[in-house]
């Protein structure tokens, strides 16, 4: 009977436009044989290749040991797989009658809403929806307490040669910025433990940066995109300060090198033909991040914040736009701005919304 299911699932999904990010709770001090059993088949589930519907993985890197949730000591799994196969997930979590053990998951993103009644009808599952902002500032608040180094960023970016990444302490973070960068972007003023508010976003996000980076190249993955860009050179593609200038712009202060038009380039013939698909690559990620970058500076201007933390799936595995975040929040600011990243970057939503329901 439901009354019999354990209410703790120990499960937070974030469904995403792109990705659906899982964290999974494992306890490991369970005193009760049932739960044991229980968990030691969800375990099996999450742990096996299979949960990822072959197409997305484990962050074994992230993994974070020995935490308290609601007074318990376990272990955080991280797991994330494409949107698009949503339903295989649930036919997958259905034949595994989790639904026999567990009675709810907490889950947020958009797919909360867009999957409930797959969830509650077809793997009979209840769903526990939480607010996805709410979950990303309380899973950032989470992970920053309990993950050691979670929060970092690159010294001297405005000197390529020297420019590394260091460690942050990020123990008294108020008042900062998030800028979360998914499909879309929004970014978020955060004052204190439980004052936030959106401050604006733009559309032209992650999803757009991919989008476009299979329009203009004929690539077909994130990864692909990313190498593609790795090889490429944007200053053929776009028009310089110094293409228009001879030189640089010194009465503004704008440096030769400093892209004056976006793509500017590429309305001549012979530009074009002499362009690879790397360098559109790559000039399809400069445009989108230093938008991004550009608006985060007018919110924090706009707000008084001087830390800017980025997080989202579109800064995995992409030390290309994190070190032209920090380039630019550091040179357009001159050094007022600092600009900060997080390890666990796109699951902060999938634990906050675990949080929320857990206390
Ligand atoms: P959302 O919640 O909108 O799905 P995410 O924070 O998960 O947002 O970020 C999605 C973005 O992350 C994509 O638009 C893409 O730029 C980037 N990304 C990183 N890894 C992948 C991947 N394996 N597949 C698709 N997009 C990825």
């Known amino acids: 009977a439901a009354n019999d299911c354990l209410p703790m699932p120990w499960l937070g999904i974030d469904i995403g436009g792109s990705l659906v990010k899982v964290v999974y709770f494992e306890p490991t001090d369970s005193t009760d044989e049932r739960e044991a059993e229980a968990n030691e088949n969800i375990k099996q589930f999450v742990k096996g290749r299979a949960a990822y519907c072959n197409t997305g993985s484990r962050d ?21 797989f494409p ?41 009979l599952l209840k769903i526990h929806k939480f607010d996805e902002l709410d979950s990303l500032i309380r899973g950032i608040q989470f992970v920053e307490r309990n993950f050691p180094r979670e929060c970092y960023y690159f010294s001297h970016p405005v000197d390529d040669k020297k420019c590394k990444k260091a460690p942050f302490d990020f123990s008294r973070p108020y008042p900062f910025l998030v800028v979360n960068i998914g499909s ?38 994130y990864e692909e995109a990313i190498a593609l860009a790795e090889q490429g050179d944007s200053t053929n593609v776009d028009k310089l300060v110094k293409d228009i200038y001879g030189g640089d712009y010194h009465k503004f202060n704008l440096r030769g090198n400093t892209v004056a038009s976006s793509f500017g380039n590429m309305n001549c013939k012979q530009k074009r033909e002499s362009t690879s698909r790397e ?51 550091e040179f357009w600011s001159r050094g007022a701005l600092k600009a900060l990243f997080l390890e666990h970057e796109g699951y902060f939503g999938a634990v906050g919304c675990l949080q929320e329901l857990m206390g």
């Open 60 to 80: 074994t890197h992230l993994q974070m040991n020995n935490v308290t949730v609601n007074k318990r000591q376990g272990t955080l799994h991280f797991i994330r």
């Open 83 to 123: 949107t698009s196969e949503m339903k295989v997930f649930l036919q997958l979590v259905k034949t595994k009658e989790m639904a026999s053990i567990y009675s709810t998951v907490c889950a947020t993103g958009g797919g909360a809403f867009k999957f409930e009644e797959d969830f509650e009808k077809e793997v």
């Open 184 to 221: 879309g972007v929004s970014i978020l003023a955060v004052y204190s433990e439980n004052e936030y508010k959106r401050v604006t976003g733009t559309s032209l996000g992650g999803g757009t940066f991919l989008g476009l980076c299979c329009l203009l190249t004929g690539c077909e993955t």
């Open 279 to 329: 360098d559109l690559a790559k000039a399809t990620l400069v445009t989108i991040t230093n938008n991004i970058a550009s608006i985060a500076r007018m919110a924090a201007l706009n707000e008084s914040i001087q830390r800017v933390v980025f997080v989202g799936n579109f800064l995995r595995n992409n030390t290309i736009s994190m070190k032209l975040l920090a380039y630019a929040m």
